[in-house]
């Protein structure tokens, strides 16, 4: 017979400028509702945030496909498909991984866009500056300072606050990523590393974007999301208001992991053949 139940586990996908540290208080959040999480990092990022900061290489040298298969030999080796959660860059490995045809579900967080999605809004350009201003940034690790972090990610936030949040949390980002994949992607021939095909079937996907977010601002998320039309598979977009790009720790997360959680698992189901 078939049995079928809900996804048991919960993977979250850290961003660029960040590691898995962001999500520890979503992972304390969905274990006390008894699911397991996983919290992956990208291939070297397994140190700590302090590590890191020492060892910029690990950062500059990284790349998209061998981190999408890393990811993807994680969620691989489970046992039932888990919901999948990602956050700023995150988000394009989800929907990366999702083509992949991993996943019983899964929501992106200001989410960065994948190939095809043209919306570059003035405040993702100011945000992104500080790794484009130098083209010799393509071969580096590009760090935010307190000031630029502030803009791009915590800008809800008052100056001391954001200070707390880049002191704990904030990395240098691989800045060949952010050329690459960022403002110029879509001015390559052909296929790049971050393109999907928008059309193919796959497990639900909802876009979570925040109005105040700089960085990723909701038109960028309405467009990723609205590229997805000619697919069969249920893609759900959702605006929340004076949330911004570091939604997932400031004030009121507790209501946007909530939110995300719940979307997931009404969207889907864990089947297993029994007997």
């Not at 940034?137 to 935010?144: D, E, H, M, P, S």
């Not at 952010?178 to 996907?205: H, I, M």
């Not at 719940?262 to 297993?272: I, N």
Request: glycine share 6%; hydrophobic share 45%; net charge negative.
């Amino acid at each position: 017979m078939n049995d079928v139940t809900r996804p048991d586990t919960v993977v979250l996908i850290h961003g660029l400028w960040m590691t898995p540290r962001s999500w520890e208080h979503w992972v304390t959040h969905y274990e006390a509702k008894g699911l397991t999480v996983l919290t992956p990092a990208y291939p070297g990022f397994e140190i700590e945030v302090e590590a890191l900061r020492e060892n910029p290489e690990i950062i500059a040298n990284l790349t998209v496909p061998e981190t999408v298969d890393h990811l993807a030999a994680v969620i691989e080796g489970l046992a039932t498909p888990p919901i999948i959660m990602g956050h700023s860059f995150g988000g394009v490995m989800t929907q990366l991984l999702l083509a992949r045809g991993l996943g019983a579900a899964a929501v992106v967080i200001d989410s960065a866009p994948t190939e095809g999605v043209h919306v570059t809004p003035v405040s993702q350009a100011r945000s992104l500056f500080p790794a484009l201003r130098n083209p010799a940034n393509r071969r580096r690790a590009v760090a935010f300072t307190p000031e630029e972090f502030h803009y791009a990610f915590t800008n809800t936030l008052t100056v001391e606050e954001s200070q707390r949040v880049y002191d704990r949390y904030a990395i240098a980002a691989p800045g060949a990523w952010v050329w690459e994949y960022g403002l110029f992607a879509n001015f390559k021939p052909g296929p790049q590393e971050t393109w999907v095909d928008y059309a193919a079937d796959r497990a639900p996907l909802l876009f979570i974007a925040g109005s105040e977010d700089h960085i990723m601002p909701p038109a960028v998320n309405r467009s990723n999301a609205k590229h997805y039309h000619r697919s069969p598979a249920v893609t759900e977009y959702v605006e929340l208001e004076g949330r911004d790009h570091w939604t997932c720790a400031a004030p009121g997360w507790e209501a946007v992991a909530d939110r995300a959680l719940e979307w997931a698992l009404a969207q889907s189901t864990v089947g297993s053949q029994v007997g």
